[in-house]
């Protein structure tokens, strides 16, 4: 099959999920079965993604009438790989459904029927009803960026909140015990995202309150 490229600056997440959430939730109830096929799975397997997991990734999306790419993260955003928690929405249900249970460094495709991906109404290139498939590639996985656990161990000094520095020292710690350290404005960058997501008064520091918007969820 052809993989025609045709845009690869539509973006899939969701930029104020607030707003979008009960739409992605409501689609639970709906029927729909997502299929994933695996790639590529590495032998060793240190972490697999669960509910709640901050996941680094890339995925291509393609239509599945015809093949045609309608996204890509490696070439949007300057090739970065996105960051995201994983089962809460930030990505479209079939995601966050595909993508449970995998190892750093798997590849799988995956297929998600429109009431679980952008529904009756599609969304820019991706037209109405339409059947998606994704080629996921994933990174790392880092256990519970919200877990009280992890926040402790960030919370450097005990107040409580979470400044930039103390987030990007976490970060810093992860890749490094990871073998794999990366330049300032790589953290930089994955800070920008972090706290535009959670930091909601946008005070430049993330609260208990707003880092566990999801207690409720098993992590
Ligand atoms: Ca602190
Ligand atoms: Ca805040």
Redesign the pocket.
Known sequence: MMWKLVSCTFCLFVSSQLSLWSVWASAEELEGEVKTEVLFKPEECTQRSKRGDLVNAHYDGYLAKDGSQFYCSRSDKDGHPQWFVLGVGQVIKGLDIGMMDMCPGEKRKITVPSVLAFGEQGKGPVPPNATVVFEVEVFSVSRGPRSMEAFGKMDIDKDK?LTKTEVKEYLKLGYEKNGKPRDEPFYEKIMADIFRK??????????TK?YNIYEHDEL
Do not use: F, T
């Not at 959670?198 to 609260?207: A, E, M, P, V, Y």
């Open positions: 909140s959670i930091d909601h008064d946008r005070d430049g520091l993330i609260s707003e």
